[in-house]
């Protein structure tokens, strides 16, 4: 891999003819996505043969592409000195502990006091990379999930943990608290996800869905609740809450898969206790990463956040 604005020299090799020329781009191993590839042809950033082309140029074993990635845009988005739990750093990357409630980057209705104007505060070298809207963002968690969330601060380490979050070479471990007993001790759910048909804001188990799979353990039992371990294999929206509650086994506190389940738990304040959790209680607690420049296995894990900690404990010792 190379830095954004070196030149990129490609053949097609004779398995890969006949694909399209963005495709043949977005899987040629240096992180850039379809949409990406096809910016950068239709920017003329992108030669077949010595000469300029289209998205869907098919292509013939033997063809020569040549990609100069343009430079990146810098960022306009506004650098705000936030409170960061920084779990690690180096010039590479920045691994962060997100609180509940942190957005990851501005959008309708956030438009900044996100995690990406910190970063650009934080990180003076970050503006740029990744691109404009999300620069250093390689992955998300959602606005109430805390947890581990790593950052690139270089095009390189961008393009690499971009790859490994494709290639599914990291190990994403989440805890969740769910409504239930699970009747098992561990299990799959292996079931593809979409957007609800009849419900826009919400994502479910769809048929021919994106494939989705999640792997889970069962770590403690409580009154009407258990605490899990997940971990995606797969990353898609919203996976863990959709495929816990297709499972019959929806997390506590969810605004948008579990509605009133609280009223199933028996124990009254065991009940009460999760019908006053303001959130999701989901959070991203272990990432495991090969680093993007040296190569190294690196683990990072981020403590419970104070609320659901505390939940915890309410669930252990229930209040007279």
């Given amino acids: 891999m190379i830095e954004r604005g070196g030149p990129v020299r490609l053949v097609v090799p004779p398995d890969q003819a006949g694909l399209r020329l963005d495709r043949f781009l977005a ?13 950068f042809i239709e920017g003329g950033h992108v030669t077949r043969n010595g000469a300029v082309t289209k998205p869907a140029q098919l292509l013939a074993a033997g063809d020569i592409i040549e990609v100069t990635p343009p430079p990146a845009a810098p960022s306009d988005l506004v650098a705000q000195d ?43 070298d970050l503006s740029g990379v990744g691109g404009v809207e999300r ?25 690499a943990l971009s790859l490994s979050f494709r290639w599914r070479t990291t190990d994403k471990r989440y805890l969740a608290l769910v409504y239930g007993m699970p009747k098992l001790t561990e299990g799959v759910v292996d079931a593809p996800i979409a957007r609800h048909p009849s ?24 009154s009407g609740t258990a605490l899990v371990e997940c971990r995606l294999v797969t990353g898609r929206t919203h996976q863990v809450r959709v495929h816990m509650a297709h499972i019959g086994h929806a997390l506590v506190g969810d605004p948008v898969y579990a509605g009133r389940q609280w009223r199933t738990i028996e124990d ?22 090969t680093h993007p420049a040296t190569g ?25």
């Fill in 27 to 39: 899987g040629s191993g240096n992180g850039w996505s379809r949409s990406q590839a096809a910016r």
């Fill in 82 to 124: 936030l409170p960061l739990d920084v779990l690690f750093e180096d010039e590479h990357i920045i691994v962060i502990n997100k609180p509940p409630g942190l957005v990851i980057h501005p959008a309708a209705g956030n438009p900044d006091g996100t995690l990406v104007n910190a970063l650009l505060a934080h990180c003076r």
């Fill in 135 to 159: 620069p250093g963002i390689v992955h998300r968690l959602d606005k109430d999930t805390s947890g581990v969330l790593i950052a690139a601060k270089t095009d390189l380490a961008h393009r």
């Fill in 199 to 222: 419900d826009r804001k919400r994502m479910g188990v769809v048929a021919g869905g994106r494939a989705a799979r999640t792997l889970w353990w069962r770590r403690e039992a409580f």
């Fill in 268 to 289: 009254a304040t065991a009940a009460a206790a999760c019908r006053e959790f303001p959130r999701q209680a989901l959070h991203a607690w272990r990432l495991m990463i």
């Fill in 296 to 320: 190294a296995p690196m683990t990072f894990e981020a403590p419970l956040p104070p609320d659901m900690a505390a939940l915890l404990v309410r669930l252990r010792r229930p209040l007279d």
